[in-house]
C-alpha cells in the first residue's frame, strides 16, 4: 500500500512539505548549513532569534556538557532585524519556508520587531521565543507569568497578520495554563519546549562553569521532560503544537508527533551532525512506509494508551 | 591564496590510532571526497567512534586541528594530533582501526603565510604543535621558518620527528628541562627576535603563552597571529559558543572569524 506517502503538515496556518523544521538558535541563519545538506528538503526553519538593534551576547564561558545535554548562556546575540531583512533573508534559496523568531526585553520591542518583519514576503510566520528575561518584571522570563505572556502575545498579536508561534519556557509549573493563554490571545500555534534552565559547578574552581552562571539545558537529556509538556499542552488547547527538545531520529520526530505534536524542530542535534534533519526527513518516509501509514498527520495525538 | 574550501560531514574511518608520548595520539583518519584545506583549519571530531545506537554522551564533538593531509588510494589520510584530558577525547583514544568517527571539515580562518622577506617564527605549546605543522611546510616554500615548540616535559612534545623531517629551523623548550633548553618557549622567542631581522610570528597554545607572545612580538615590532582554542558546540558560526572577546566591542567567533586572529584585536584580559 501507499505508494507515496504523504508527509505535509500544517502548522497554524503555515503549510509545510513535511513536520521536520530546525529549531530558533541551531540552525543560524540557514545559510551555514547549505554545505550540508538541501535546505529545501526541511519542512522549514526558525531563524536565530531578533531584536530591534544587533546585539552582543554573553561573555564566555558560554557553554558546557552535560550528562547527554549542554548548558548554554549565549543570550541576545543577533545581527538585528533590520540586516536579518536586508542580507539574511536574501541569501536563501527560494522554496525555503522560513519562520522568523524574535525576542526582546520589554513588550514594545517586541511589537516592533514583528511589524517590521511582516512586510517580508519571505516570513511564512513568527515565533515569539518567550524565554527571554523581562526587564520591567524583574528578569523572570516573559513566558513565566501567564499574565506577562498574555500581555506579550496580545501586544504581537496586534502587530502582525503573519501565523503567530509562540515558543514556550518549559520553567513554568503549569505549561497548559500557559498554553490555554497563548490561544486566548489569538496565537495560531505553540512552540514547545525551549531549554530548560540548569546550573553547573567546576568542583575544583568551585565556580560555575557558565559565565553567566545560569544556561539553558537541551540535548536528549531533556526529551522525556519536552514529550511530557507537549502531551499536557495537547490535551489543554486545540492549537497546533510544534514539538521540540532533544530530537536526534525520525524514531524521536514520532514520538512527539504521537504525543499531539503537528511538526518538529530539531535543535541541539543539528550542532552534532549538521546534516541530521534531512536525514531525519528521509527516516521519518521510512518509518511511514514501513508501518503503512499513508499520512504523516494520522499520527498527531495517536498515542496509544492502554487501559489498566 | 584561495577562499576556504567548503567544508564536508562524513564518516571517517580510523587507520591509525597510536600513543605518541605522554597522554598524546596520534589519530589517522581516512576521508572521501576530501576537498582540501588550509593551514590553521580545524575539524570536528564525534567524541569517540560511532556507535550502532548514537551515543548521547558526552554529546558534543570536539574541535581538533588538521596536522597534516596525504593522499591515499583515491581518498585522503588526514592527520590528526591529540591530547587524552577528559571522557570525550579518552572514547576517541579507544577507537579501532576500522571503525567511523563523526567528521566535520575543514573549518575556520586560515594562517595568511609571511611576506617573502619576512622570517616566520612558529611559536606553539602542548597541543598547540597540531596546528601549525601545515604552516610550517607551506612556510617553508616562501622562506626561512624557525618553529619553537614547548611543553611541560619532553613526554608532552608532540610531533617532534616530523618538524625535524621537515629541515625548519626547530627550537625546544621544556619546563622542566627534560628536552631542549630549560624554561618556558616564550623565552626562545624573545631570543629569536633579538636579531631585528623584519619576522612574522604565530603563535598557537595556551593562552597565557599567546598572550606573552603576541607582548613580546609588539616589543619588537613584529606582527603577531595567534590561533585560539575554545570550547565549541557546532565549528561553523552557529552555536555561538566559542566567543572571543575583542578589544574593540563585543566578541568575535573562534570557529567562523578565527581560529586565526590578529594578536592585536583580542581583549586578551577576557580571552578565555
Known sequence: MASSIDLSADLGGIPLRNPVLTASGTFGYGTEFAPFLDLERLGGFVAKSLTLAPRFGNPPPRIAEAPSAMLNAISLENVGVDRFIAEKLPALPAGVTVIASIFETAIEGYAEVSKRLSSEARVAGIEINASCPHVKSGGIEFGQDPAVLSELVRAVRRATARPLLVKLSPNVTDIAEMARVCEGEGADA???????????????????????????????????????????????????????????????????????????????????????????????EAYLRRHGIARVRDLVGALEIPRS | MSAPPLPIRTDATVVVNRAEGGANRRLVLRVEDWPGFQPGQFAMLSAGARTAVPRTDPLLPRPMAVYRTRSQNGATEIEILFKVTGRGTGLLAEAQPGQRIGFVGPLGRRFELPDSNQRALLVAGGTGIASIYELAQRAQAAGRVTVLLGARSAADLMGVDDFEALGVGLEIATEDGSKGSAGLVTELLESALASGDPARVYACGPTAMMRRCAEIAAGHGAPCVVSLENRMACGFGVCLGCAAPLREAGYALVCRDGPVFDASVLDWERVP
Open chain 1, 190 to 284: 505553540i512552540s514547545l519546549i525551549n531549554a530548560v534552565q540548569g546550573l553547573e559547578v567546576d568542583p575544583e574552581t568551585r565556580r560555575p562553569v557558565l559565565a553567566n552562571v545560569l544556561g539553558g539545558l537541551s540535548g536528549p537529556a531533556i526529551r522525556p521532560i519536552a514529550l511530557r509538556m507537549v502531551w499536557q499542552a495537547a490535551r489543554a488547547v486545540k492549537l497546533p503544537i510544534c514539538g521540540i527538545g532533544g530530537i536526534t531520529s525520525a524514531d524521536d520526530v514520532v514520538k512527539f508527533l504521537l504525543c499531539g505534536a503537528s511538526a518538529v524542530q530539531i535543535g541541539t542535534a543539528n550542532y552534532l551532525d549538521p546534516a541530521v534533519s534531512g536525514r531525519i526527513v528521509d527516516d521519518l
